[in-house]
């Protein structure tokens, strides 16, 4: 009988051990969203931004890896991008790659300014 009642007492939680474990919960979900969800909230403001912001004329790289220049931005979330003289390809606005379009126009800027 002793050993029911010592497993009995063993089992028991401590006196606020509720409250603790709700604070490592609120706590968890603080780091994950400061960690994961608000930069990734942030890049996609930026890639919006980036799209939006998009006009005819400027160089751009695809997610496939398609260089190309903008040659008319259409009403329906696409563009008219032109990979080579008289050659057009009509692509999303979500399929061009941020880093790599920026990448691209940085190198241009660089070589013209070594010129």
Do not use: C
Not at 86 to 94: M, N, P, Q, R, T
């Amino acid at each position: 009988m002793t050993h029911s009642f010592l497993f009995v007492l063993l089992q028991a939680a401590p006196a606020g051990g509720g409250m603790l474990q709700l604070l490592l919960l609120g706590g968890m979900i603080l780091v994950f969203w400061l960690f994961m969800i608000r930069p990734q909230a942030k890049k996609a403001k930026i890639a919006k931004k980036f799209q939006e912001d998009m006009q005819k004329g400027d160089k751009i790289v695809t997610i496939a890896g398609i260089h190309g220049t903008v040659n008319k931005i259409n009403e329906d979330g696409t563009i008219q991008m032109e990979t080579s003289p008289g050659s057009y390809l009509k692509i999303e606005k979500s399929a061009i790659s941020m880093e790599w379009t920026q990448n691209l126009n940085k190198a241009a800027t660089a070589t013209a300014d070594k010129k």
